[in-house]
């Protein structure tokens, strides 16, 4: 989150403190909570579920951009992610399975527009900071963009699946649901990879913020526009891969983003300069683009028709989420924070070995 860097005054917080309250409170929250409802969702009422779950996301945001203590913030931003990790999950997974066959590409798309959001988040936050506010007033324009935008999802249509849940003879709704998933090596493998980029995305975000403000002196204003060029990045890389993956094995697109990405995440916090710290982001956001959709859509591929299930599954990863920024939190406050941005590499080697190690894929 842009936010890092207020959120620790505000509080008076260190650094493994706003790890603590921006990502492993608000995880441990929602992980159970979250799997449970996909998968009652799964049993019907898609549409109704994905709206009342958006607005609830942003209702949540909102008062966590005005609670005075970090506990609250922490609770607040549990119940966000929480709600918008049904939404989100629902709405991936009724996309993807109404066109198996272009799996990649769908989750590309998706990864767009998240990637959009990564980049007019952090433009509200310079806009807001350049005329005198505080992150809360940034978050609070966003909570109501969000709140907004749930209005015309209650009378969206989804588009219809080659299979649904329902259909299945399995009941993913219960223990031998969870049972099968745990058993299925494929589906857990990619599932992890796709876990292993969170440590591109929020956790880079607050990371680098920090690192822009603490060791480079930059301004908030300065930061809001690199982290806006990073995501930017990371949308030219995403509509790189869409087009791509139509010409290109997706393992080969994913073994060459993970391998510029690997090598852009140890280089750039020690390029010469703001800008060059700035352009190494950039090849980090281009280099990042294709891990996610690509191991995401290996998620779905491994059980196909079955994508509540793989969204509750994905929460046993919750572990890795929550330790993750903590540890990383940690480290910074031992080490330094340039030793914490240099293990955010070991994402993409990690998706680089199953891009070499995996079997070949079918399709």
């Known amino acids: 989150m842009i936010e890092a860097p207020g959120i620790e005054r505000s509080h008076a917080l260190q650094h493994h403190g706003v790890a603590l309250t921006l990502f492993v409170a608000p995880l441990l929250l929602g992980a159970a909570i979250e799997a449970a409802l996909l998968l009652r969702a799964s049993r019907g009422h898609a549409r109704r579920w994905i709206a009342s779950m958006h607005a609830l996301a942003a209702a949540c945001a909102l008062a966590a951009a005005w609670v005075p203590h970090a506990w609250m913030l922490a609770a607040a931003l549990g119940l966000a992610g929480?709600?918008?990790?049904?939404?989100?999950?629902?709405?991936?997974g009724a996309l993807v399975e109404a066109a198996p066959d272009r799996r990649e590409g769908t989750m590309a798309r998706w990864t767009l527009a998240g990637a959009l959001g990564d980049l007019f988040a952090p433009v509200v936050v310079a806009g807001v900071a350049w005329f005198g506010g505080s992150w809360r007033?940034?978050?609070?324009?966003?909570?109501?963009?969000?709140?907004?935008?749930?209005?015309?999802?209650?009378?969206?249509?989804?588009?219809?699946?080659?299979?649904?849940?329902?259909?299945?003879?399995?009941?993913?709704?219960g223990p031998a649901g969870v049972r099968a998933a745990l058993r299925h090596r494929g589906l857990m493998g990619w599932l992890a990879a796709a876990a292993a980029c969170t440590l591109l995305d929020e956790i880079l975000v607050a990371f680098a913020a920090l690192h822009l403000r603490l060791d480079r002196g930059?301004?908030?204003?300065?930061?809001?526009?690199?982290?806006?060029?990073?995501?930017?990045?990371c949308a030219v890389g995403l509509v790189a891969t869409e087009r791509l993956l139509v010409r290109v094995h997706p393992r080969r697109v994913l073994g060459v983003g993970a391998a510029l990405c690997t090598v852009a995440a140890l280089t750039w916090w020690?390029?010469?300069?703001?800008?060059?710290?700035?352009?190494?982001?950039?090849?980090?956001?281009?280099?990042?683009?294709?891990?996610y959709p690509i191991a995401k859509a290996r998620a779905y591929a491994a059980v196909p028709g079955r994508a509540a299930l793989v969204g509750a599954a994905a929460q046993l990863f919750v572990v890795a989420d929550v330790f993750a920024p903590w540890a990383l939190g940690l480290l910074a406050d031992a080490t330094g924070l340039r030793a914490a941005l240099a293990a955010l590499a070991l994402g993409p080697a990690l998706l680089l070995i199953a891009a070499i190690a995996s079997r070949p894929w079918r399709g």
Do not use: C, N, Y
């Open 82 to 92: 929480t709600a918008g990790g049904v939404a989100a999950a629902l709405g991936q």
């Open 137 to 173: 007033v940034a978050l609070s324009w966003i909570a109501t963009a969000m709140l907004l935008a749930s209005v015309p999802l209650w009378r969206a249509s989804l588009p219809a699946h080659v299979k649904t849940d329902d259909d299945d003879d399995d009941d993913d709704g």
């Open 218 to 233: 930059a301004s908030e204003a300065a930061i809001g526009l690199a982290m806006s060029l990073w995501a930017a990045g």
């Open 270 to 291: 020690a390029l010469p300069g703001f800008a060059g710290a700035t352009a190494g982001l950039v090849l980090l956001g281009l280099g990042s683009a294709p891990l």
